[in-house]
């Protein structure tokens, strides 16, 4: 079931809502609202754009420009005060057109750069027509153009797992509500990948050459050549999975062979391994696993605690102390 998409958590609000600094609001008069019959609207301020206030003064705002400002509000912040007034007013004034309406605005922003604003237009598609395919796939894409624009910004983590977080949503809505829409399942395939999740990606992978239908032959030898290199992820989620649900030999058994191959440097399949010769008793093999770890990723928290609960539970005083202490050392930084 799709979400009603004014009523969810507003996760992106607050990176959204500086937008609004270029907006004030005004009542209209009474004389513009009974010749418009918009009478649901009287005391209820409309937002103007600082660039149009002159306009505003003399001559009024045309009923598409109040759509548009309307759309960065609910589109910046879905939870704003005046919310399912303004959202009368659109599905008074326009049809289901508009949502094509506010894509297209909301692309033209991404082009440029100006995330912020053009998320806010697509937002402001899904709070008009909340199931529409066009309002759930745009919103995506848009969450998917501004994360990847800021691949690489370190101080930027939190707004890029979000916009991920988001993506992925709205393209799982996008695949459940529209099935045959391969662009959906195109996207949510690399959504999956992004998430370490090789078999829900294959899946996804799968639907979509079912559903492309030989239309995109670019595409179509990307996803081929995907979904080879998606066999052995596969294999070790497998195998991870297994070790996840108690059944520890037959999750060594398809992981152990990995360890020497082209997924040696690749530091969770020696941690899942350490922590399953861990739980089975092979003290000796687990240091050996949670060390390479800590070669491969020497931040690695979970690793350092790890080691020295181990070394502890052997007698080794000298080294659990000094895993401990770099654990905590990683805790500070």
Request: proline share 3%.
């Amino acid at each position: 079931m799709i979400p009603i998409f004014k009523s969810r958590e507003d996760k992106l609000k607050d990176y959204l809502v500086s937008v609004l600094d270029d907006y004030m609001f005004s009542e209209v008069s009474d004389e513009f609202l009974d010749a418009a019959d918009l009478g649901f609207m009287r005391g209820t301020p409309i937002p103007i754009a600082k660039e149009d206030l002159k306009a505003f003064t003399e001559n009024g705002l045309s009923t598409t420009k109040i759509a548009d400002n309307i759309a960065i509000v609910i589109g910046a912040d879905t939870h704003f005060k005046h919310t399912d007034i303004y959202l009368q007013y659109l599905n008074k004034m326009f049809d289901d057109k508009l949502v094509l309406v506010f894509a297209t605005k909301g692309e033209e922003c991404l082009k440029i750069g100006n995330y912020r604003k053009g998320l806010a237009y697509l937002r402001a598609g899904l709070m008009f027509r909340n199931e529409a395919l066009e309002s759930m796939f745009c919103y995506a894409n848009g969450c998917r153009y501004w994360y990847l624009s800021l691949e690489g910004e370190e101080d930027q983590d939190d707004l890029i797992t979000t916009l991920k977080s988001e993506a992925l949503e709205y393209f799982e809505h996008c695949t459940n509500a529209y099935p045959e829409f391969a662009q959906g399942w195109y996207y949510l395939g690399y959504g999956y990948i992004n998430q370490g999740q090789y078999q829900r990606a294959q899946i996804a992978w799968r639907h979509y050459m079912k559903c492309c239908g030989g239309d995109d032959p670019e595409n179509i030898k990307e996803i081929e050549a995907r979904l080879v290199d998606l066999d052995d992820p596969v294999k070790i989620e497998q195998g991870i999975n297994l070790l996840a649900a108690g059944r520890m030999e037959e999750g060594l058994k398809v992981l152990e062979p990995y360890v020497d191959t082209k997924y040696a440097d690749w530091w969770p399949l020696h941690f899942n391994l350490a922590c399953a010769y861990r739980e089975l008793g092979h003290i000796t093999e687990a240091i050996e696993g949670f060390l390479k770890v800590l070669n491969l990723s020497p931040s690695n928290y979970d690793a350092m605690i790890a080691l020295s609960e181990l070394y502890a539970q052997i007698g080794d005083a000298e080294k659990a102390e000094k895993y401990l202490n770099k654990s905590k050392l990683v805790t500070e930084n």
